[in-house]
């Protein structure tokens, strides 16, 4: 079963300017749908790769960056200006919850963060409880199939799997998209809450 934690001391390669090739931030973005206001959740925000474009795709709303590790999310912190900082709410936590109220999130994000989790369910029963009716959690992970980079394929999820685990918690799925173009080597799942 997938999950396994992801080591901090790799946390240079968040960074990376191949990584950000391979899962480029204004692909990411745009995947949200934003209008500018929304509540975002970026779950497993690790450094900040994507948190800090979703913020500033939110000029009149917030990103709620959850992780793990308090080493990734000072590194995170580290990042900020003043003027995103008033849009970025940085949260450690240790269970995979996201201590937020119920239906308080318009998105939730999670790339490369699935296949990370060791309780995929009660993860996903999380990002469920969150999402405000319609918000939709948008899932980008590593596909399964062969590719030339990436962790081990036995870590990964199948596209059809992610989808079971987004509807056996109640998310209906929106869209899927196989790897190809700009994401040659993730898939995409959206699964919005009803």
């Known amino acids: 079963m997938p999950g396994h934690i992801f080591d901090p001391r790799h946390a240079h390669r968040l960074d990376e300017p191949e990584r950000l090739r391979l899962l480029p931030p204004d692909v990411i973005v745009e995947l949200l749908h934003l209008t500018g206001s929304e509540t ?56 995979n919850e996201i201590p937020l109220a119920d239906a308080a999130a318009d998105v939730v994000l999670g790339v490369n963060v699935l296949h990370e989790i060791a309780d995929q369910a009660k993860a996903l029963a999380e990002i469920r409880r969150v999402l405000k009716p319609g918000g939709r959690f948008v899932c980008v992970d590593w596909t399964a199939n062969d590719r030339p980079v990436g962790p081990p394929r036995a870590h990964m999820l199948t596209l059809p799997d992610a989808r079971s685990l987004l509807e056996a918690v109640g998310l209906e799925v ?14 995409v799942v959206v699964g919005a809450a009803p």
Do not use: C, W
């Not at 929106?174 to 898939?187: A, F, I, N, T």
């Open 40 to 95: 975002v959740v970026d779950y497993g925000a690790g450094t900040g790769a994507f948190t800090l474009p979703v913020a500033r795709a939110l000029p009149h709303g917030r990103v709620v960056a959850v992780d793990l590790s308090q080493e990734l999310l000072a590194k995170l912190r580290e990042k900020l200006d003043p003027e995103l900082a008033e849009h970025i709410e940085l949260v450690h936590t240790v269970t």
């Open 174 to 187: 929106k869209e899927m998209r196989e790897p190809g173009g700009r994401l040659p080597y993730h898939y």
